[in-house]
């Protein structure tokens, strides 16, 4: 006798409880705490940050811990909470040239103004396992405060962007009009062809693999037409300030830390354009550095419509780019596969049947004919 | 004085919430108000797909997020929903659907079809004939009836504008010039009162049929892909066909074996590796409710080598 | 201009505009659903300036937020105006052709169809939404309807309306899938007629 084998409610709920047992691990071994999340695991909460676009360490660092570490679980988690959320407003732009500075660098010019900062960096370690890490407080440094001094840094460090754009060498885009409504992924439909902000959007909360993936194969030459150049990419804390309707004048409401990236990209003119270079944008919630750089290849390659150059490459498809970068929705829809198809299988099943049978009659009809020509 | 002032946008519907922290059906006032834009849009203009701001939801896209959005924009206290999936009550995203609006919403929900109001959907049409004032929702993964011919959004837009539907035609052609037939068995695309190319979602072309003229209301929810459309009562659903190439559905020689019904849809169970096979009904509701008034099926002789073919022969079942 | 609102003066909204707004939305989707079908809001809206009725205000809050537009064809400092803005936060434009919706208190005034919002051949749902209030709206011995949403036919009858009015609307069919979706309100009922909807008679 058969009996149908669904998956119930109870089902599922043992799949949670053995799912909240496999997170717990070994109960031999302490509990993660949060706060070790957002100390010691830092740049995974920039990351969920960024591509949840939220920023909430706390509870990006909760959504690691419910996720086992599954930062695109996390990302999703964080996401959905943020649709929940209610609205107040928008707060005013970032002023990232005031950024308070943690990290500096351009490799366009050997020196700027306010100087290159290497600030906290993997560029330089030798990718060797610290094994010292393996026992708690043998591989924690002192305190390295003494011997580098915040002093030493200074705060408003122009960008080096701003420079090239007062020679009239780098686009102006930057200057466009403040007061203009900015369009919001989260709220709107994704239209093509879409604004600059739109894309911008999508990239910063775009999969950091998928991004960085494009970038790369614009650098390998599918797509970019000359070899850009690192601008400058900075790390450190912004303020951010929103206008309440009632007071009419900004209030700062707080500091967050933000990688920015500028890319430089040579751009020889077309028509009207004169010669100069073009900027590519990236920009991240906490330190995300691949992230924004990648971010700002891609956003480059993606202007190449408009600015009249030729573009047939995955990277400067609009169309393509934007509409797979999102990992909760890629890995959502890749998911479904999991879910029950039996009905459409099926429905496959009886015309491929079909198919076959008739495919076998007429085979044996033909090698009977065959037949008969070689009598 | 001041209390009884509620401006609209301040009413996250904190009040009536059922779980804790979080909106009345989750979604915020001022999200539903856009998606219930949309509907009304999407009823006006039958089989068009309205784009709109779908939200990220505690679900996975991909696994309902449309058709769970315009669910949460409808339901209320006097619903009583029912959600399917492959047809069964008793699957696990069906369930799981389910209980995500027995706690942010409260619903009443139920296995049959006749006392729903609401039905949500994935991959199928119940079998017992849908009544005027009850809604279908389903879920939608591709709403483009045109993308895998025409992967580009721009490019399908400008089609559907001019209803020029031409490489669609050409596509159910090429199909029957190398295989002898359509080869479309699910998301079998319809044109939708005499205007706009519609996929009906992935449900077996065996349903297609039954969105003709249907009394109750059709809504479709792509989330992922943020599109949402609609076929009012009674309108006109033709599934695409060719005059020496008519439409046809699918058929089994046999009957379902629990409950004898000869004209569901069918499930075909595996029964052992020697390829001996067995059909039930893939409603669930259908089936329990026939075994219920005393059908039965030939549950113990299975089917030993499926045999199954497009026919517009009746079954003889019990 | 923006003209301040008396807020000492203003009535309330929905009493529980979760609940509110949803029952209206069904009676909206009802209607529209099945064109000239009649249907009654169950109004937990209170006293709307006049001349609005309870169904349009209904409808207004249900529908309208900051991110539609209004035009009505009351004056810009009327009352109605600023307990709209007030209650729905949305704003309230001067030129129809503007709006996402439009809220009519005079049919026989009103301006022709075409002065409203079509929408465009690759998005025809940027079309506007009329809201008219007629003096009566009945079920019998009108304008015969068919279409989707309709089994056979449905006729209503809505008091008020112009010849030009139904000219207009006849023109605007040749338009489909373009044209403007149209909720009549009397009292507390409202019956739409989509652009889907053949009218004859």
């Known amino acids: 006798m058969y009996v149908a084998v669904k998956g119930g409610e109870e089902a599922i709920a043992n799949a949670h409880k053995l799912l909240a047992e496999k997170r717990r691990g070994d109960r031999s071994v302490p509990e993660l705490e949060i706060s070790q999340i957002k100390e010691q695991l830092g740049l995974s909460v920039d990351r969920v940050m960024t591509e949840g676009s939220l920023y909430d360490r706390e509870l990006a660092a909760i959504a690691i811990k419910q996720a086992q570490g599954d930062l695109v679980e996390a990302i999703f988690l964080l996401r959905a909470y943020r649709t929940t959320l209610p609205r107040f407003g928008f707060s005013e732009p970032i002023e ?29 370690t030798h990718r060797l396992i610290d094994f010292a890490l393996r026992v708690p407080e043998n591989g924690n440094p002192g305190t390295c405060r003494e011997e580098v001094s915040d002093e030493a840094i200074q705060n408003d460090m122009p960008r080096v962007a701003d420079l090239l754009a007062a020679e009239g060498l780098l686009d102006d885009e930057a200057a466009n009009d403040k007061n203009r409504s900015v369009a919001d992924l989260t709220r709107d439909p994704l239209e093509l062809p879409a604004g600059r902000e739109m894309r911008l959007q999508n990239l910063a909360r775009g999969d950091e693999g998928f991004i960085l993936s494009l970038a790369y194969s614009l650098l390998r030459g599918f797509g970019s037409s000359g070899h850009p150049f690192l601008g400058e990419i900075r790390f450190g804390e912004v303020t951010v300030e929103f206008v309440p309707q009632e007071l009419g004048f900004p209030i700062d409401v707080g500091g967050i830390p933000v990688t920015e990236c500028i890319m430089f990209n040579r751009f020889m003119g077309s028509g009207e354009t004169p010669p100069r270079f073009i900027k590519g944008y990236g920009l991240t919630f906490g330190h995300c550095e691949r992230k924004a750089m990648a971010m700002a290849l891609v956003d480059y390659a993606l202007r ?72 | 004085m001041k209390k009884q002032f509620n401006r609209q946008s301040e009413t996250g519907g904190g009040r009536s919430s059922v779980m804790e922290g979080y909106n009345f059906a989750y979604l915020d006032e001022q999200t539903k108000r856009m998606i219930r834009r949309t509907i009304l849009k999407a009823v006006a203009i039958p089989g068009y797909q309205v784009p709109f701001g ?40 069906a369930v799981s659907i389910r209980r995500f609006f027995s706690r942010t919403a409260g619903a009443l929900t139920t296995t049959r079809t006749r006392e729903a109001t609401i039905i949500q959907t994935r991959h199928r049409i119940p079998e017992t004939h849908l009544t005027k004032d009850q809604i279908i929702v389903y879920q939608v993964p591709i709403p483009e009836p045109l993308r895998f011919i025409e992967p580009r959004a721009k490019e399908v837009c400008r089609m559907h504008a001019l209803k020029e539907y031409g490489i669609m035609f050409v596509k159910l052609y090429e199909d029957i010039s190398r295989h002898g037939r359509i080869a479309k068995a699910f998301d079998y695309p319809v044109l939708v009162n005499d205007r706009y190319v519609m996929s009906p979602s992935p449900i077996p072309k065996f349903d297609n049929p039954k969105m003709d003229r249907m009394p109750a209301l059709q809504l479709f929810g792509a989330g992922r892909e943020k599109r949402i459309y609609a076929v009012p009562p009674y309108t006109k659903v033709k599934s695409l066909d060719f005059e020496d190439y008519p439409f046809e559905v699918e058929r089994w020689p046999h009957c379902c074996a629990l409950c004898g019904s000869g004209n569901s849809y069918l499930d075909e169970i595996i029964m052992d590796d020697r390829g001996s096979k067995m059909f039930i009904c893939s409603d669930t509701n259908h089936c329990n409710e026939r075994v219920a008034r005393g059908h039965k099926g030939n549950q113990e002789e299975p089917v030993e080598k499926a045999q199954i073919s497009i026919g517009t022969g009746a079954r003889k079942c019990a | 201009m923006v003209f301040p609102i008396d807020l000492n003066r203003l009535t309330p909204g929905f009493s529980d505009p979760v609940q509110g707004s949803r029952q209206t939305f069904r009676a909206i989707l009802d209607a529209m659903a099945h064109p000239g079908r ?130 207009d609307r006849q023109s605007q069919s040749a338009m489909f899938p373009l044209g403007v979706d149209i909720i009549f309100t009397c009292e507390n009922r409202l019956a739409a007629l989509p652009r889907t909807s053949s009218v004859e008679g």
Not at chain 1, 359 to 371: M, Q
Not at chain 2, 54 to 63: A, I, N, Q, T, V
Request: net charge negative; glycine share 8%; aromatic share 8%.
């Open chain 2, 54 to 93: 779908s939200r990220e939801m505690p679900l996975p896209y991909g696994w309902g997020t449309g058709g769970i959005q315009i669910t949460a924009s409808l339901i209320g206290s006097e619903d009583i929903l029912k959600v399917i999936d492959q047809g069964a009550d008793d699957t696990t995203n």
């Open chain 1, 96 to 124: 990232t040239a005031t950024m308070e500075i943690q990290r500096r660098i351009s490799s366009s010019f050997k020196d700027i103004p306010g100087g290159q900062v290497l600030g906290p960096t993997y560029d330089y």
């Open chain 1, 304 to 375: 190449s419509g408009e600015l009249g150059e030729k573009f047939e490459y995955p990277a400067q498809d609009e169309e393509f780019v934007l509409f797979h970068s999102d990992n909760v929705q890629a890995s959502g829809f890749v998911e479904h596969l999991k879910l029950p198809h039996y009905v459409d299988f099926q429905a496959d099943l009886v015309l491929m049947r079909n198919c076959l049978a008739e495919f076998k009659n007429d085979s044996r009809n033909n090698k009977g004919i065959e037949d008969e020509e070689a009598i």
């Open chain 3, 38 to 167: 009649i249907v009654a809001t169950d109004n937990n809206v209170l006293s709307p300036p006049r001349p609005l009725n309870l169904a349009s205000v209904a409808v207004c809050l249900t529908l309208l937020d900051f991110e539609t537009t209004l035009w009505t064809d009351l004056k810009p400092n009327a009352k109605g105006n600023g307990w709209l803005r007030f209650h729905c936060g949305c704003s309230i434009v001067q030129d129809p052709s503007e709006a996402v919706f439009a809220l009519i208190t005079r049919s026989d005034t009103m301006p022709a169809l075409n002065k409203f919002k079509p929408g465009n051949d690759e998005s025809p749902e940027f079309s506007t939404t009329l809201i008219i209030q007629t003096g009566r709206l009945r079920s019998t011995d009108g304008k015969r309807l068919t279409g989707p949403g309709i089994e056979t036919f449905s006729t209503l009858k809505a008091q008020g309306l112009t010849k030009r009015f139904w000219q």
